[in-house]
């Protein structure tokens, strides 16, 4: 099968690799389970769908892999028992297909294109999607863990021979309805476990959970910028050759921001549209706090009467059904109980006072 050329480098651009989170879940389960060292990785089969422009990562699988630390040129990969697997996963669900392989990384490695290669018995063009499964210090602490790429011919510009390579394509997160609800409750499980506060609520509606993923956004695009920065640094001090493509991209985004310093009423319009979003997310926050105030209270005063019904003895209840029976409401039965127990005291007082009423 033979690989793609750079003329159709610009149409992988345009591809979208959607990751779903069972996915993650599960490279970060087998990369658990094997005891790995500093320079060691694991690596595994990704299933799902290629629509073209969109490659749907819904399932994947570990597979057996081994490879020299001293020489990663050498390794062995199980090829037998991947399309054992495939046949077992295709009898339960045959629209999920391999559409190429993952591994811990968390960088690339030398042997990833040979192994790209291997997976074309599979699939056409088989995309590497790396996962970064480290707790701190990795892709995560700064935004998405993972990275994709498609094996490319570049043909360069002096025309020498051409050179296999990586092409990089971005990728997206995205869960379904159920996927949601079931992170939410993982989500959940870990902050009970972890003895975080019961108030903290994680949930994707809190305030709370969009103000830390904004922090977190915005950590990642300062780790890019640098990184801009690093590059740009680098190329200039001749350290490393240019990229066209990579400068192309970096004006594209310089001639997207908006002018703020010399025209003062565009930056004015931007801060007051930025204070207008802001001011809907605190009364949007505000208001979500008084409705659940509200709610709290109510259960309360139900809770109140519950238990004010569950004190009242047997002949009190059976007075209470006979008055809904005829149609009358308990309070004027009580009321006019009252009454009558204040006129006949008022009676007898009133006998008291006549001549001869005098009690003994």
């Not at 989500?187 to 709370?208: E, F, H, N, V, Y």
Request: proline share 4%; hydrophobic share 35%.
């Amino acid at each position: 099968m033979p690989g793609l050329t750079t003329a159709q480098v610009t149409e992988l651009s345009g591809t979208n690799v959607v990751i779903h989170p069972l996915v993650l879940l599960s490279v970060v389960d087998h990369a658990a389970r094997v005891p790995l060292s500093k320079n060691k990785r694991v690596l595994g089969v990704l299933l799902g769908q290629d629509n073209g422009t969109t490659i749907n990562v819904a399932n994947s699988f570990a597979i057996p892999f081994e490879e020299d630390e001293r020489d990663p040129r050498t390794f062995f990969l199980d090829l037998d028992y991947v399309e054992e697997m495939w046949r077992m996963f295709r009898k339960v669900n045959a629209k999920e297909r391999p559409i190429g392989f993952y591994h811990t990384g968390p960088r690339l490695r030398s042997s990833d294109l040979e192994i790209s290669q291997l997976f074309k018995r599979f699939c056409p063009r088989p995309v590497m999607v790396i996962v970064d499964v480290r707790a701190t210090g990795g892709r995560g602490d700064t935004g998405i863990p993972t990275d994709a790429y498609f094996a490319v011919e570049e043909i360069k510009d002096d025309g020498t021979a051409t050179q296999r390579t990586f092409t990089h394509v971005p990728t997206s997160i995205e869960a379904e309805e159920a996927e949601e609800i079931g992170v939410e409750h993982l989500l959940r499980d870990i902050a009970s476990s972890s003895s975080a506060p019961s108030s903290s609520l994680l949930t994707t509606q809190s305030l709370s959970t969009k103000v830390t993923s904004q922090l977190q956004a915005l950590r990642g695009l300062h780790s890019r910028l640098v990184e801009i920065k690093d590059y740009l640094l680098d190329v200039r001090k001749n350290k490393l050759p240019v990229n066209h493509q990579v400068i192309y991209q970096l004006q594209e985004i310089v001639g997207l921001l908006p002018q703020l310093g010399g025209d003062v009423d565009l930056g004015k319009a931007f801060r007051v549209g930025v204070n207008d979003q802001t001011l809907v997310v605190y009364l949007s926050a505000m208001i979500r706090t008084v409705l659940a105030l509200h709610d709290l209270i109510e259960n309360r005063i139900e809770n109140a009467q519950q238990e004010l019904e569950d004190a009242k003895s047997p002949a009190e209840k059976e007075n209470e059904l006979a008055a809904e029976a005829a149609g009358l409401k308990v309070e004027d039965i009580a009321k006019a109980r009252k009454e009558k127990e204040k006129e006949e005291k008022e009676k007898e007082k009133e006998k008291d006072k006549e001549p001869g009423g005098k009690k003994k």
